[in-house]
């Protein structure tokens, strides 16, 4: 999870343990690690279900009973792990569809009668500001002003960052994601040509309106125009599958760069593909063939919109973002958290 990875010491047994967990959209991961001097993190637990909430979602009755009970197992089984370690904090937050659905806060209160999580709903200015802090941890920090995009299950989240600023000036969340692009236009594989079309009118219309507040805030000089940095499953599965990893090792993801080029002709790809050529594509996680399609797009769109040739993956994001303010018992608000981490990866 970092860029210079290393045999974690003998004396993190007696380092204090913090955990994370991020309930999204489409996958719920958790983090759990120890932190024997300040600034160092050695991760010893590191998970990613795919839960897949956003399945059938509908406005008027919320998240299926399906996807909670798919969920409600995963968190059990997770609550059972993680409190094996006996952290000191947990830090958890819910985002997306279970925000925005009717139902999400009894499915989280039944979570926490079952596991005993405490998971809170995250707001859309939360979510984007934690999400910063994470990616910051691990970012080589280009000259400039940023722009952060966490590219979920079915929000889009979007952080302006001025040169040197460890908090936005300003963010923004979009209602569309991997799975709910999916479940509304690219649900059959190969894509047919006119999904495709209209899967980017969709995004291109939600995306107006964050061009222009950009774009406005940046004086409509072109010069000033943010560098774009994404993070989260579809950004992290690209690089992935860039790099033909057979197996993730996320510290190898943080600060890859991703054409425009590449991301349109793996969009083209992809629309061409049935559902079992994708899952042999290397570096294309289990699970996520169905919506990578989806999510590619928004990526490509976000690139045209801002007329970018390229973007900065980062693998840590939202879940490295909590564990940051769980560590720290301050809120996102705060700006703390802002000097680069130090990632021990402890291997088995």
């Known amino acids: 999870m970092g ?10 047994d007696s380092a204090p343990c913090h955990a994370a967990l991020d309930v ?13 001097e300040p600034g160092v993190l050695v991760p010893i637990l590191q998970e990613r279900h795919i839960a897949r909430l956003a399945k059938d979602y509908e406005e008027p009755s919320g998240l299926s009973r399906e996807a909670m009970a798919r969920a409600l197992s995963i968190l059990q089984g997770v609550a059972e792990r993680v409190e094996a370690f006996r952290p000191r904090t947990i830090r958890a937050g819910a985002t997306g569809v279970v925000r925005r659905a009717v139902n999400g806060r009894d499915f989280l209160r039944r979570a926490a009668e079952v596991t005993g999580l405490q998971v809170p709903v995250l707001t859309e200015d939360e979510e984007a500001l934690l999400s910063l802090r994470g ?10 002003p940023l722009l952060a995009f966490d590219l979920g299950g079915s929000s889009t989240e979007f952080s302006l960052a001025m040169p040197g600023a460890q908090v936005p000036c300003w963010t923004t969340s ?3 994601g991997a799975a709910v692009l999916t479940q509304q236009f690219l649900e059959r594989a190969p894509a047919p040509p006119e999904a495709i079309r209209k899967a980017r009118r969709h995004v291109r219309v939600l995306l107006g309106p964050v061009c222009r507040a950009v774009k406005s805030a940046m004086g409509h000089r072109p010069d000033r125009w943010p560098v774009l940095v994404g993070t989260a499953g579809t950004v992290t599965t690209l690089a992935a599958m860039r790099l033909g990893m057979r197996g993730y090792v996320p510290y190898r993801i943080n600060n890859q760069r991703l054409s425009a080029s590449w991301v349109c002709r793996t969009v083209e790809r992809l629309s061409a593909m049935s559902l079992e050529q994708r899952r042999r594509i290397p570096g294309l996680e289990a699970g996520r063939e169905d919506i990578i399609l989806g999510g590619a797009l928004i990526v490509e769109e976000i690139l045209a919109a801002f007329e970018a040739e390229q973007f900065i993956v980062t693998d840590a994001g939202l879940l490295e973002g909590l564990l940051l303010d769980g560590i720290t018992r301050q809120g ?17």
Not at 24 to 36: A, E, N, Q, W
Not at 135 to 144: A, F, N, Q, S
Not at 332 to 348: Q, S, Y
Request: aromatic share 6%; no cysteine.
């Open 3 to 12: 860029a210079n990875p290393r045999n974690a010491p003998d004396s993190t």
């Open 24 to 36: 999204g959209s489409h996958t719920i991961r958790v983090l759990v690690v120890k932190v024997p």
């Open 135 to 144: 990616m910051l941890g691990v970012l080589k920090r280009p000259e400039g």
């Open 174 to 176: 979009l209602f569309v």
């Open 332 to 348: 996102p608000r705060t700006g703390a958290g802002g000097v680069p981490l130090t990632w021990e990866i402890k291997w088995d």
